[in-house]
């Protein structure tokens, strides 16, 4: 086994997802109540509460799944450096002291990044625990031929990333054209090699819930480790409704399937309250293995300042300034 290899399965424990042969009679005849959906994703937030160290509590368990991402244009290898030790040590010393976590301090799930700034990202990382993802296969857009996105999976995972996060042609679904959707990201996750597969379906293009139900069930049918809400480059990014319908999906596909599937919303979350209502939507959903980085990630970069603010004025009673909190 090469070195490249061994830093894909680092951290990994998990099974993979085997996939199963395509069969739309897992979702056809699947409908979906669109105003029912809406109701249920008002009320997750009402229904609980989470005050005072409970609520710190929760924060932290956010913090441990967020992928720490940076996908913008002007990235460099020293500000991914920035980045990775942020994520390797994301809470000041005196705030893991006043919160009891210095003989355990956390730190994110994952540093996300583009495929060329994977090296940057694994050597700064290395010994950390801290796996790297890439995007890929022509993020955000994935509209270049399959040829070169497979390619460029290939080149990341080669680099050393231990998590692709691919985007899929969103016409195959809105063609229903769900055979082209399943050969697509089947050979997505044979690229993949070790590394784990989570595939961004780009929900806010896909028009309707329904679709987002098919999608989910179609990339999960094809081996899918992860589905993900999206790139984050969208117009309508992560929401609780569509989080509702693709946790359902993950569900479903565990009842029929046997095996869980893990679940990624991106885009637009910054709040800390943001990271509540997705970790409460997956405990309503899907019960506690869902609250765990190995089946739960947040895609997001600033959320992190939010977080770590809500904290320290759990601990101090004040809220300090947010640049106080670089992330790079």
């Not at 509590?57 to 956010?62: E, G, N, R, S």
């Not at 993949?192 to 028009?207: E, M, Q, V």
């Not at 969208?234 to 989080?243: G, I, K, Q, R």
Request: aromatic share 6%; charged share 25%.
């Amino acid at each position: 086994m090469d070195q490249a290899t061994d830093r894909a399965l680092e951290g990994h424990n998990r099974p993979r997802n085997p996939g199963v042969r395509l069969d739309p009679a897992w979702f056809e005849s699947v409908g979906v109540n669109a105003s029912a959906v809406e109701r249920r994703a008002a009320t997750l937030t009402t229904r609980r509460s989470v005050k005072k160290e409970y609520q710190a509590a929760w924060l932290v368990k956010a913090l441990t799944c967020i992928d720490l991402t940076t996908l913008s244009g002007d990235d460099t290898p020293e500000r991914v450096r920035r980045l990775c030790a942020k994520a390797r040590r994301p809470l000041a010393g005196d705030l893991l002291a006043a919160l009891g976590l210095e003989d355990a301090p956390p730190t994110v799930a994952a540093v996300c990044v583009y495929p060329t700034m994977v090296p940057p990202a694994v050597r700064a990382l290395e010994g950390s625990g801290v796996p790297v993802a890439s995007v890929a296969t022509g993020f955000p857009a994935g509209l270049t031929p399959l040829k070169v996105r497979l390619d460029e999976i290939r080149y990341a995972v080669g680099e050393g990333a231990a998590e692709i996060d691919v985007v899929i042609t969103r016409a195959h679904v809105l063609s229903r054209d769900w055979t082209a959707l399943y050969d697509e990201v089947a050979a997505m996750r044979e690229a993949c090699g070790p590394a784990h597969l989570k595939t961004i379906l780009g929900t806010g293009d896909l028009k309707t819930l329904r679709n987002v139900y098919a999608a989910s069930m179609v990339a999960m049918q094809a081996g899918a480790d992860f589905i993900k809400t999206s790139t984050g480059k969208e117009d309508v990014n992560a929401t609780l409704p569509v989080s509702l319908v693709m946790v359902r999906a993950l569900r479903d596909y565990r009842e029929r399937a046997g095996v869980d599937i893990g679940f990624k919303p991106a885009g637009g979350l910054r709040a800390a309250k943001d990271a509540l209502a997705w970790l409460i939507l997956m405990k309503e959903e899907l019960a506690l293995p869902w609250l765990q980085p190995d089946l739960f990630r947040i895609g997001a970069s600033g959320l992190l300042t939010d977080i770590e603010r809500q904290l320290d004025h759990y601990a101090t009673g004040r809220y300090s300034a947010a640049h106080r909190h670089a992330m790079a």
